[in-house]
């Protein structure tokens, strides 16, 4: 019984409903940003570009070969994969990146100046609604600056 309370008390913290609530946002968001990117940003780049397709992009160092059989349909020499460097993937993956950098960005300053806003309109509101506080009353002489303050009235009597 212990362990299901407190397994009960910790997956109803405030961090762990906190954390699931942003995990399944951020999955939704994931889709938003990954269609934004797939097609609406890349089309135009890819046809700056001539029409390519970043994810085709490829460095060919060795060329596939396929099985040769002869008449009796035995295998003379085996299939050869083709070897590839896939930098247009590279390349997708990274812009993918920087755009969704770029959004989470945007959005987390987009709420930073939201928050912001609310809270000096927050304290305007409490400005005007709290009675301006009375002024300070001016803190009384120390004994020397009452004695400079008899040393020079006596002065001027002399003159």
């Known amino acids: 019984m212990g362990f299901l309370k407190d397994f009960k008390a910790f997956a109803m913290k405030g961090n762990v409903v906190d954390m699931a609530v942003g995990v399944i946002i951020g999955g939704a968001f994931g889709k938003i940003v990954t269609s934004i990117v797939n ?18 992009l490829k460095l060919i160092l060795q060329n596939g070969k396929e099985e040769v059989l002869n008449e009796a349909g035995e295998v003379i ?12 993937n590279f390349l997708q993956q990274t812009f ?8 989470i960005f945007c959005i987390i300053r987009l709420i930073a100046k939201l928050s912001e806003m609310t809270k000096k309109e927050e304290e305007e509101a409490a400005a005007k609604a709290a009675p301006a506080p009375a002024p300070a009353p001016e ?17 001027k009597e002399k003159k």
Not at 46 to 56: E, Q, S, W
Not at 96 to 103: G, K, N, R
């Open 39 to 56: 097609d609406i940003i890349m089309p135009p780049i890819g046809l700056l570009v001539g029409g390519v397709d970043f994810k085709d």
């Open 139 to 155: 803190p009384e002489p120390s004994a020397e600056e009452k004695l400079l303050t008899e040393i020079r009235d006596l002065l």
């Open 77 to 88: 020499s085996p299939a050869v994969a083709e070897v590839t460097l896939n930098y247009g």
């Open 96 to 103: 993918d990146f920087l755009i969704i950098a770029f959004s």
